[in-house]
């Protein structure tokens, strides 16, 4: 089991933007991490963190150099690699769902990925409904919508279809809550949790915020101005919930709660996840319990 | 295509803090439009000589490499030649016998020609060197306020200078922000299956079909709120304006500009 090369590794990657030119930007300095089959990791930190890079990087959509991008062990940079192959097999969300949208019609769209990968059409309708179903867009109402005249949450969730109905194995969201309100949130929350555990998915999730994040991932790779500063399971990251504010990054909650209440109560544990937890401490020390 | 930004220079500004940079933008204005009616006075090799030597004076103080230059105009000066070609191959002037190096039917290579066709092409790769290095050059505040600056007397005849500048600027201002559009929905669909970065010339350019509608209906969109956010602010134009930064050319600037006029007036007259 251990000797299965990780699914997705990152060795000393570095990147930078127009490299060579005035403009050179470099984004990504040093990271190195790996993601396990089946594992849900959130990538956190800040804007300008480098997150969208490493996200791009795991699908070749950058100017890679050899040696740094690894899919099941093999070299995604390597001469020969098929490219076309690796797309299938790890989908990004992007931050802006428009920009991923191809054709006008929802159910166009969600089609477009099976279609473009040459299966056949029967199994690609089954597909679409499938795919729009599981994400609470029922495949009879937003078959024929036109995708521009959908609010931007609706657009987000067919933007979700479209990478679902390709079946991969990885799935990579880039802020897939920005802009959404607290209940779209919620819904979009349950929907990729269900989703992630049905279908055994790899997932990983980039976030400014642990808030998210948290309730998706059991383990946080937090970057900083492209390097990695802090890696391991959710809650040990979150114990230095300081050093975690400090990198503007915004904590759950309930441990934003417990930072502040450690001014009265001292001694509150570092490793408060949930609400429930924060509740039965706080009852703990109050002696109403 | 996922880094075409590399590829195209036209529109860019990119600020190294060197002497050119910081020259009075009107100054910069009235020398390339000086530069750009030399170069249509000037009409032999010798004057393109001596004018071409002041852009690689310029080159160098301005100190933006030059690989990046001639990699941002490939596409450029790879169109000129294919143009110039068919200069030289349909060449329509009166031409002695003796100066036909080749002739096939319609087809012909001659030596006046062929000095047409040298002559055209540095006289547009002037007017393009002297224009992109503008650009370059000044920041597009400084190009705004340098042309409302210049063209402002004209407001008195009733000429809507600030729109037209403020039209100009924005068209400019578009283009790598256009591009920058095109690398993110290239990348986004590649993501998806269209392999952009894959296939013969032929593949490639009929995918960027794809691109046009959605670059059109950003473009649009983005324009729309270019105006809400202008209308919000109660922009009007610019004759009741103030400005912050006052511009003071210095005296080095007029003795550029001095310099400039007495170059091209020599690479005229030779």
Redesign the interface.
Known sequence: MTDEPPILELRNFRYTYLEGTPKANEAVRDVSFSVRCGERVAIVGPTHSGKSTVVDSFAHLLRLKQGQVFYEGEDVAAPGYDRAALRRKVSIVFQHPDSQLIEDVVGADVAFGPTAAGIPAEETRRRVEESLDALGLPYPDFRLRYVHALSGGQRRRVAIAGVIAMRTPVLVLDEPMAGLDPRGRRELLGLLRRLADDRELTLVVCSTSLGDASLLCDRVVVLSDGRVEMDGPLREVLREADELAALDITLPEPVEGARELRKLFPDLPQDLLTEEELEAELLDRLGVA | M??L??NVVFG?F?D?GSVIHRIDPRIKLVATFVMLVASFLIDDFLGFAVALALLAVIQIVCR??V??FL?GSGFFLGFLVFVLAFQVLFYPGEVPESDYLWRWGILSVSTEGIRAAGILGLRVVFLYYVTTMLLLTTSLVDLTNGLELIFGPLQRLKVPVNELVLVFVIAIKFVPIFIEEVE??A?????????F??GGAIKRARRLG?LLV?IF??GFARADVLTTAMNTRCYRGGRYRTKFRQMNARPSDWLILALVVAWMVIAWLV
């Open positions: 996922f880094e930004q590399r860019q990119v190294t933006i490499p690989g990046y990699r993110r929905l990348r986004a669909q590649t993501a998806r299956g269209v392999p970065d894959e794809r959605p209906i950003g």
